[in-house]
Structures are given as structure tokens and as C-alpha cells.
T-cell receptor, first 111, second 116 residues
Framework: QQQVKQSPQSLIVQKGGIPIINCAYENTAFDYFPWYQQFPGKGPALLIAIRPDVSEKKEGRFTISFNKSAKQFSLHIMDSQPGDSATYFCAAGDSWGKLQFGAGTQVVVTP | GAVVSQHPSRVICKSGTSVKIECRSLDFQATTMFWYRQFPKQSLMLMATSNEGSKATYEQGVEKDKFLINHASLTLSTLTVTSAHPEDSSFYIC????????????FGPGTRLTVT
């Protein structure tokens, strides 16, 4: 059973567009919500992470929006570039440090 | 900083043999390391949590006698796939949490295992 639901499965945007990826969770024990970027054949790399006491966090072109009451969070990629084409995973972490990953979203940014 | 390496990056072995994968934290001490498995175009699935100096904790459905994990030092954890079969072919990824750290995990580049 997927503890973190991620959508969409894939999306295509033009350069400069803003891909938005959404995730939802059920377990209120989760208190750490990171986003990872993964290129084919590589390990995931941490992009940005948020804790439940904050509703929004920005790092460079990446923004997380977090809605604690709805148990949802999303990633926005501002001014997307072809180099951003990758698979993005949301995750939720508990106090033991274990992460549950979403299913992933394949993002394609066209020139 | 916070670099995690894995060795080998790719390995091909015959069915019935065992394969060892190493995960090292290069510039920090890791009291906890995690092992994940990822099938093509799928998500990462946590297999086990490895704490330095103690037995690993396996997730439900993961055979601990098949996937042997050893975390003998603060910079090295190993995963041994015993009596490998073709269905064990997958991308194995480790991550490490810095000693004193709470949440952030640093991921290795992964090991592609192919069992023929």
C-alpha cells in the first residue's frame, strides 16, 4: 500500500513553464517531507525539504507548498529548463528517519 | 560534502551465486544507513535500516536471510544478496544519515545487479 500518493505520473512542459507535482499522505506521524530528483541510472538527489511547521519553502527555482490540514504538499519548478528533465519523487519521513517514497513523476521540459 | 559511494556500480552474476555491495560515506560518519531497491520505472522501496554495531531492521516482506546487511563501521555498510536469482535483478541504492542528524539522507549512486 502506497503511503504517499504522487501525481501526475508524467508531465511535459515547455521551457520556462512551471511543472507542478502533488503528493498526499495519510500517516500523521510523518514530519519530514523531502523532494528528490533522479536521472536515469543515478541515485536520487535531495532538492528541497520541508517540516510541517512551515507552509512554504523556496530554494532557488524550487518551491514546496505544504498544507498540513489537507495532508498534501507540492513541488513547483519555476522557469523550468531542459536540464530539469528527470524523475521527481516526493517522500515522507518519520521520527525514525525512515522515508516512504511516492511513485515518481517523469518531467520532460521541451526546448 | 556529504558524499556516499557504492561499489560496484554494475555487477552481473550467475543464478545461485552471492553478490556483495558496499556503501561508504566518504566525508562524514553515518550511524544509520538505509538500503533501497528500485525496479525499472518504479519508486524506491525501503528494504532495511542498518545501524552501526547492531543488527539491521528489515521491512515487511524482505527476507533477512537472503539480503544480509552488515554495518561494521561508521562509514561502511554492506548488502550481500545470497543465492541470487533473476528476480533479484534490480537497482540497489543505499543512503546514509549523518551521526547526530535527524532526517536528511544522502544517497549513493546505486548498483545495478543483473542475475543471469
Amino acid at each position: 500500500q502506497q503511503q504517499v500518493k504522487q501525481s501526475p505520473q508524467s508531465l511535459i512542459v515547455q521551457k520556462g513553464g512551471i511543472p507542478i507535482i502533488n503528493c498526499a499522505y495519510e500517516n500523521t506521524a510523518f514530519d519530514y517531507f523531502p523532494w528528490y530528483q533522479q536521472f536515469p541510472g543515478k541515485g536520487p538527489a535531495l532538492l528541497i525539504a520541508i517540516r510541517p511547521d512551515v507552509s512554504e519553502k523556496k530554494e532557488g527555482r524550487f518551491t514546496i507548498s505544504f498544507n498540513k490540514s489537507a495532508k498534501q504538499f507540492s513541488l513547483h519548478i519555476m522557469d523550468s529548463q531542459p536540464g530539469d528533465s528527470a524523475t521527481y519523487f516526493c517522500a515522507a519521513g518519520d521520527s525514525w528517519g525512515k522515508l516512504q517514497f511516492g511513485a515518481g513523476t517523469q518531467v520532460v521540459v521541451t526546448p | 560534502g556529504a558524499v556516499v559511494s557504492q561499489h560496484p556500480s554494475r555487477v552481473i552474476c550467475k543464478s545461485g551465486t552471492s553478490v556483495k555491495i558496499e556503501c561508504r560515506s566518504l566525508d562524514f560518519q553515518a550511524t544509520t544507513m538505509f538500503w533501497y531497491r528500485q525496479f525499472p520505472k518504479q519508486s524506491l522501496m525501503l528494504m532495511a535500516t542498518s545501524n552501526e554495531g547492531s543488527k539491521a531492521t528489515y521491512e515487511q516482506g524482505v527476507e533477512k536471510d537472503k539480503f544480509l546487511i552488515n554495518h561494521a563501521s561508521l562509514t561502511l555498510s554492506t548488502l550481500t544478496v545470497t543465492s541470487a536469482h533473476p528476480e533479484d535483478s534490480s537497482f540497489y541504492i543505499c543512503s546514509a544519515r549523518e551521526a547526530g542528524g535527524l532526517y536528511e539522507q544522502y544517497f549513493g549512486p546505486g548498483t545495478r545487479l543483473t542475475v543471469t
